[in-house]
């Protein structure tokens, strides 16, 4: 299983742009790159997810380099309500297992 | 329908209690998952099962028993807990188990705690 690592928290002001960087060195050929969001007493929810290069959808990108040993998520212009933990899986091929790192947890100050 | 249904939503229990929780999806979803998630940690995979067989058991107690009736339903067997399997218990599914690029769907979680 490929390791991830990232930051353990960030600060940001609504309005901005946040960046999060996930490292995963040994991440597999066939391994794709999802990122979920939690926040608290609810459950993890998928917000994108890649292979390579970027993805974009309404809500966040994901730009991951060739080498494929890091990503990371943009969210543009967050808001308070984007307060949360922020994780990054790496997908296992060998027998699905949805295995989460520690996660970053970011405020979003007014 | 793309929601993952969990009950109940919170739990108190004893040590000598056997309670259920109950997670129900309808999207048709062929790998269904439990995961324990302690406060300010990130969730912890307990149990996957694919086409209703199980398919994963990360070395949970035996005091944890889980069971996949049909395949839109989950259950998980408590009996015997002890004060530390206190923590939010969540089920997730996904349309397949064994490929990469697949998306989970999570439930709100049951916050269980053992008195």
């Known amino acids: 299983l490929a390791k991830t690592t990232q930051p353990v928290s960030m600060d940001s002001y609504e309005g901005q742009e946040v960046n999060i960087t996930c490292s995963h060195n040994n991440i597999a050929t066939n391994d794709y790159i999802t990122w979920y969001q939690q926040f608290p007493s609810q459950g993890p929810r998928f917000i994108i997810q890649?292979?390579?290069t970027k993805v974009t959808n309404e809500v966040a990108s994901l730009f991951i380099p060739a080498d494929r040993k890091s990503s990371t998520l943009s969210l543009p212009r967050v808001s308070l309500s984007d307060t949360a933990v922020y994780y990054c899986?790496?997908?296992?091929?060998?027998?699905?297992?949805?295995?989460f790192g520690a996660g970053t947890r970011l405020f979003v100050k007014a | 329908d793309t929601e993952v249904t969990q009950t109940p939503k919170h739990l108190v229990m004893g040590m000598t209690n056997k309670k259920s929780l109950k997670c129900e999806q309808h999207?048709?979803?062929?790998?269904m998952y439990w995961y324990k998630q302690k406060a300010k940690k990130p969730p912890e995979l307990m149990f996957v099962?694919?086409?209703?067989?199980?398919?994963i058991n990360e070395s949970v107690p035996s005091r944890f028993s889980p069971e996949c009736p049909n395949s839109s339903l989950l259950n998980l067997h408590l009996h015997a807990l002890q004060p530390e399997d206190s923590a939010l218990y969540l089920c997730?599914?996904?349309?397949?188990?064994?490929?990469?690029?697949?998306?989970?769907?999570f439930g709100q979680g049951t916050r269980l705690t053992v008195v």
């Open positions: 099962y694919s086409y209703e067989k199980l398919s």
């Open positions: 997730a599914s996904s349309q397949d188990h064994g490929a990469g690029n697949t998306e989970a769907f």
């Open positions: 999207m048709g979803h062929r790998a």
């Open positions: 890649g292979y390579k």
């Open positions: 899986l790496v997908g296992d091929t060998g027998g699905f297992k949805t295995i």
